[in-house]
């Protein structure tokens, strides 16, 4: 193992540090705006997480080596890891009397976009924090895209390639235009969110709830600023708002860029947009039937709820409307296998992501013709591609892994004394991203205050797994990847 490369991932951690402790000065400005005392906690963490990211890449800074597999694998669990730390550290600090467990699941919650959380009395909670919670989403948000757009398909741990979708033509050196690609994401995404923020403004939020559900609501966050969560506001149009944008976000930003850069309608051919379409389509319209004729609802309500929820579940964005899990056992076991789903790779959604459902059932469909005629020769496709075996291989490994740690983390879980219900649902919800369980404890009417630390620490683990793709963490642990 080359230390030059630890060395370097820590630099540029260093250097994320102090990006990090500079975003801590708008809730200073925030909670000195509406006269709140928190504001010297965080100009306090401020100074002393910028000062500590400072002279650590002042000790780390050298030549930077050449970026290969390993130095990704690295860099992502670096990053990652150093993200969660520093935005723990305001949460731990502040008068919430939280302990560092509840800190740091509260900070890898926002940063993984997941939007669990263990605070109660949002609605009066101090401005700078409730700020704090969805900045920390938002930021995630673009460090997820990034991270699905160009760095796990580079490892082959998740994701279609970017450039490969991007163009038809091999002779085509996309990698001369990054600096385009990253400028038409960072638009994208500014202007979703300016755009969002309007929406909810005119529709009704105030300037504060406006901004701040916007930033979480493009990042698929989930983070609210009531305990309420959307049922507070009483609001159809608002509903159908964040629907909107959450299915918007949970689309590849791949196919967004491409549009803008290159102007390309041919690009939302990609299938996964189709089928994620689909199965959002499924869930709502059949949970309104069922609401309809099961408990007399207006099929208009049970339709906009319907839609609201799935798309939060479906996009992993964790808000709610109202108690889903009230609404009947068919429900709730359509949001328990919803919770597994997710959305489209390049997107801020998490979860198994609709284009490894594709290629399984891709995989599937040929391998039970191959029954029938063993000599004959298929390919599985992904629209116009052929599936290569190592993307075949690379999606059966992370699915199988991905259910053994749900299973796993679910015994554990039930070993602490929690039902079956909090049990496989809080790991589930935790590895997909989505923030909601069912049950009563960590349903949509419920949280995960009253988790200790050891349940806060496992859940805390199983959102990085998620969010990295599981396989970009697991490789790491091998003593073989540490070997030179």
Known sequence: MNASQLRSAIYIAALCGLYLSTAMLVPVLVDVYYGHKDWKVFAVCAFMVGGLSMTTAMATRSAPPTFNKRMGFILVNVLWATFSLVGSVPLYFSGQDMTFAQALFESISAITTTGSTVLSGLDHMPPGLLVWRSMLQWLGGIGIVALGLFVLPFLRVGGVSFFKMESSDTNDKPFARLATFTRAFVGIYVGFTVLCTISYDVAGMSHFDAINHALTTVATGGFSTHDASFGYFHNTPLLWISTFFMTVCSLPFSILIVFVVRGRLDALRDPQIGVFLLYLLFFAVTSAIYNHFAFDIGFGPALTHGMFNFASILSTTGYASQDYTSWGPFVVVAAFV????????????????????????????????????????????????????????????????????????????????????????????????????????????????????????LLSLMMLLGRLEVLSVLVVLLPTFWRS
């Not at 029954?371 to 992904?382: C, E």
């Not at 290569?388 to 199988?400: A, G, K, N």
């Not at 554990?412 to 809080?426: E, N």
């Open 338 to 457: 919803a919770t597994f789903i997710g959305g489209c790779s390049g997107s801020t959604a998490g979860g198994i992501k609709a284009y490894r459902l594709v290629i399984m059932a891709g995989v599937i469909n040929t391998g039970l013709k191959k029954l029938i005629y063993p000599n004959a020769i298929y390919s599985v496709r992904y629209g116009r591609q052929t599936v290569d075996i190592e993307m075949q291989r690379t999606v059966f490994l992370f699915f199988s892994t991905y259910m053994l740690l749900w299973a796993l983390g679910s015994m554990i879980m039930a070993a602490l004394g929690y039902d079956f219900a909090t049990a496989t649902s809080s790991v589930i919800t935790a590895l997909s991203n989505v923030g909601p369980g069912v049950g009563d404890l960590i349903g949509p009417s419920g949280n995960f205050a009253t988790m200790q630390a050891p349940e806060l620490y």
